[in-house]
């Protein structure tokens, strides 16, 4: 699907629902504030009681079921059900979350039960980016008070209800593990025995949270509930759906980015057994069989011609010029503190780089998929997504149909890393069930996925910068050239040129320095689909910012973290986290020939992050990741276990694609089709990862995608320690070898 296509739906889609267009408004409201942070930053107030109530009738509350807020319900046997406003794509949210619940509800964690939220904006947008996402590592940031009051409410409804049945004092009452209890008495009564009486009373409108040092669940390392369904086979992700009668698409969109379906010759293809049905749809042609595997040998019998338009002579090299020479503009200023061009010629040394960084699909491990059924009734999709609101209205707005009347059954994500942000799978399913009787399942094959994802864009950078007698940088200076992946996704929060997702981290750096001036450069890659990836622009920004300050410590003949600390003043958060990071490694200690060791910090997503690694560089270039170390400052943590998890997959990620991976065009279309030419670390390559984490009081940060963010610079800074070679074009790949 282009870049033009996408573009043109979410206008669409913004004219006709009105949840995107809540977003849009609430999006753009907040948007001065976050002129140097993006979306994943702003601040809205988090869900209001009365938002929370709204859900009272609607979860079928009564005699039966106590059900006082959007995300409880309280049956007479006392079975809790936790409605789950996030999608569980392996960062833990199914555990975390259900743990905010838990401690406010005072019940056992494992007797929770989990459902997905159906898609309404009204009762389940997330309260920092202001609609039904999962995304940006937002998930406890954006529940950590919401849930708990929650959970609070009900437990206060609970307990007043059996104060009133024994005509006592409820603040004589207490509650534990689904029980409340009148101590003087000795009296009990179970949370199921109370739910008719509590479902009777007037909801609260507003309760106490408890005091940090009463939690009892919080900050403990619980285990995973989801982990015995994933190990034994019975969790089931999007690509489980199998309504009844099911049929099964494999599709072929053009190769060529932009280009067009021309025509299609058939007839063999439907001579072969178990196909069906041949369709065409846009720039697509799909084979509808009665197995995947049929499908795939009809579509592999299939005569396509395609117009391959406009972009079939377009090449890296052609996008990459287009970066350099919009590059020779000034564009849109994001930070301008001091005057940095005078501080620059005045400075006792300069330095002036550029760095570049690829396309990146997301090629996530559960293979891309969208159920549906188009019928009198209305619209039935089973899908894994990140977005059940913006799908559900992407599909009435194509079938012309009431939202209410499109039914989404969300699952568990085999992998969404940003992917499943994105609803154009959803699209071309539902244009394909148009044409089919009956629920289909399509299924993006694994090459299918990879050419035709919607890729992390790529990146040009030039930065400058001038330093005083001491070596302290006294002027700094960065142009950030790419796609405008906000532009397309929230419009809005596009602030005189400047998106906000790119500049982040670059133009709101943690170090103090006196003359800083950050512009922006939006360049589209003619129809190349671009979208958000793993830590987003932290990412993007961490590798730059925190490489060139490795090169400023270089030129000024100062220590690496040295150099770091005496600029974090500033931010003592962040600085203490160096500190842990550096006294936890080998810091200092003489390293082999061939060996070198870097270190990154980074502050996005509410958390403080500082990394050091350790590489070994063979003769023959080969990049050997031998130890991370990571000291972590997210505020308070809910499931410690949970966060080592996530920095340390987090890592993973990052080194996957600093290591390997890109994507790279030819004559239009993606070089790249699977595994075997974009590669996964193996088993056997992946680093030991210590993760420290900082004790604090302060509320959670986010933690999904700090660990990707942080990798890429201490990576190929301990490459520089080692070889004496500086990246600056990621990925390492070949440029090591002899």
């Known amino acids: ?65 106590l059900a006082p807020n959007g995300f409880i319900k309280i049956d007479k046997t006392g079975e809790v059900t936790m409605i789950m406003p996030k999608v569980e794509m392996g960062q833990g949210v199914y555990t975390s979350i259900p743990m905010l619940l838990a401690e406010e509800l005072e019940v056992d964690l494992h007797t929770v039960k989990l459902e997905h939220a159906p898609p309404n904006e009204k009762l ?47 603040a004589s009452c207490y509650a534990k593990s689904g029980v409340v209890y009148h101590e003087a008495s000795g009296r009990t009564l179970s949370y199921g025995a109370l739910v008719a009486a509590a479902s009777q009373l007037p909801v609260p409108k507003s309760v106490v949270l408890k005091d940090p040092k009463d939690f009892k669940l919080i900050g403990t390392s619980a285990k995973r509930l989801d ?40 007839s063999r293809a439907l001579t072969m057994p178990g196909v069906l049905q041949v369709v065409k749809v846009d720039n697509a042609v799909a084979v509808i069989g009665t197995n995947t595997w049929a499908a795939k040998r009809g579509l592999g019998a299939l005569e396509i011609t395609w117009d391959e338009g406009k972009s079939a002579a377009v090449n890296t090299r052609d996008l990459i010029q287009d970066l350099r020479e919009a590059a020779k503009k000034p564009g849109a200023v994001a930070k301008k503190t001091g005057n940095a061009a005078s501080a620059y010629k005045k400075a006792d040394k300069t330095l002036s780089v550029e760095y570049e960084q690829p396309f990146l699909a997301h ?12 019928s009198a009734s209305g619209c039935d999709i089973w899908v894994g997504t990140q977005i059940p609101t913006f799908a559900q209205g992407m599909a009435a707005k194509i079938l012309n149909m009431p939202v209410e009347k499109v039914r989404l059954h969300n699952f568990l994500i085999g992998g969404g890393f940003g992917r499943r942000l994105e609803f154009d799978g959803v699209v071309q399913a539902v244009k394909v069930a148009k044409q089919v009787k009956g629920p289909v399942k399509v299924i993006w094959t694994r090459e299918e996925d990879i050419q035709h994802d919607m890729f992390r864009p790529y990146y040009f950078d030039r930065i400058s910068a001038g330093l005083d007698a001491h070596g302290k940088p006294v002027a700094w200076s960065h142009r ?22 790119a500049v982040e981290v670059s133009a709101e750096l943690p170090y103090a320095l006196p003359n800083v001036y950050v512009d922006y450069v939006r360049v ?62 080998d810091w200092g200690k003489p390293l082999a020939k061939g060996q070198g060791r870097g270190v990154s910090v980074m502050h996005a997503f509410g958390t403080f992050l500082a990394m050091v690694v350790d590489v070994t560089v063979n003769e023959q270039g080969e990049v050997k990741v031998n130890r991370v170390v990571s000291a972590v400052d997210c ?18 990620f990052g080194l996957t694609a600093v290591l390997f991976n890109e994507i790279t065009i030819e004559h239009g279309r993606v070089q ?51 070889t004496g070679k500086r990246i600056r074009k990621l990925p390492i790949g070949q440029q090591l070898k002899a």
């Not at 931010?571 to 160096?578: M, T, V």
């Open 635 to 652: 505020g308070m943590t809910v499931n410690p276990d949970t966060v080592i998890a996530q920095i340390q997959g987090g890592v993973i």
């Open 1 to 65: 699907m282009s870049q033009g296509l996408i573009q043109a739906l979410a206008d669409q889609y913004t004219v006709a629902n009105p949840p995107r267009r809540h977003f849009l408004k609430m999006a753009a409201s907040v948007s001065a504030t976050a002129a140097g942070g993006m979306v994943l930053s702003i601040s809205l107030p988090a869900l209001s009681q009365s938002k929370q109530t709204q859900a009272y009738s609607e979860l079928g509350s009564g005699k039966d079921v």
């Open 672 to 722: 790249q089709t699977n595994f075997n030419d974009y590669r996964m670390l193996r088993m056997n390559e992946s680093p030991a990862i210590d993760v420290h984490l900082i004790k604090s009081a302060e509320a959670p940060g986010g933690i999904g995608e700090p660990g990707t963010a942080a990798i890429g610079a201490a990576l190929t800074n301990a490459v520089f320690s080692a």
């Open 227 to 266: 982990t015995p369904d994933k190990a034994n086979g019975q969790a089931k992700f999007g690509i489980d759906a199998r309504p009844d009668n099911v049929k099964f698409a494999v599709i072929a969109t053009c190769p060529v980015f932009g280009g067009k379906l021309a025509s299609v010759d058939e």
């Open 524 to 585: 589209e890659p003619r129809d190349v689909p671009t979208a958000f990836w793993r830590g987003v622009g932290p990412t993007r920004g961490t590798f730059v910012v925190e490489s060139f300050i490795d090169e400023l410590a270089h030129l000024a003949h100062i220590d690496p973290v040295k150099y770091r600390l005496d600029l974090l003043g500033q931010s003592p958060r962040l600085k203490n986290a160096l500190q842990t990071a550096v006294s936890k490694s």
């Open 363 to 374: 090629a996530t491990m559960e293979p891309m998929n969208c159920t549906v059924e188009v």
């Open 480 to 501: 950030i050239v790419g796609s405008s992946i906000m532009a397309r996704f929230a419009p809005p929060l596009v602030k005189n040129g400047v998106d906000p997702d």
């Open 124 to 170: 389940y947008a997330d309260a920092l980016l202001g609609a039904q996402v999962t995304g940006g590592s937002t998930s406890i940031r954006a529940l950590w008070e919401p849930m708990r009051q929650a959970g609070a409410v009900c437990r206060s409804l609970l307990v007043t209800a059996a104060a009133q049945k024994w005509k006592v004092a409820a």
